[in-house]
Nanobody, 121 residues
Framework: VQLQASGGGLVQIGDSLRLSCAAS?????TGWFRQAPGKEREFVAAISWRDDDTRYADSVKGRSTISRDNAKSTVYLQMNGLTPEDTAVYYC??????????????????WGQGTQVTVSS
């Protein structure tokens, strides 16, 4: 399975972005992670295959929504109220077997190439 992340870009403080993660095959739990320059990769959000269970990092909770369209094999991350602290490369990741959304990167078997999000002040 290959994952293709897209939707990143250069935006201003307070703007919104919708990231997309398109999968070439069947996947289960799908998550988004991000890595800022000089920092470790961190969990952002995850969603179960049935779209009935989601998890968010505290840093994005309340201003981000993860969703999925299984007919299109695509997972979305809508991010609002962007700040410079959101600047990072965003990676989508998917599990081949886990049905429960997880913050643990080790449960994800497939990773996309990343899409850059830059929030300018």
């Amino acid at each position: 399975v290959q994952l293709q992340a897209s939707g990143g870009g250069l935006v201003q403080i307070g703007d919104s972005l919708r990231l997309s993660c398109a999968a070439s095959g069947r996947t289960y739990t799908t998550g988004w992670f991000r890595q800022a320059p000089g920092k470790e990769r961190e969990f952002v959000a995850a969603i179960s295959w049935r779209d009935d269970d989601t998890r968010y990092a505290d840093s994005v909770k309340g201003r981000s929504t993860i969703s999925r369209d299984n007919a299109k094999s695509t997972v979305y991350l809508q991010m609002n109220g962007l700040t410079p602290e959101d600047t990072a490369v965003y990676y989508c990741a998917a599990s081949s077997r886990s049905a429960v959304p997880s913050t643990n990167s080790r449960i994800y078997d497939y990773w996309g190439q990343g899409t850059q999000v830059t929030v300018s002040s």
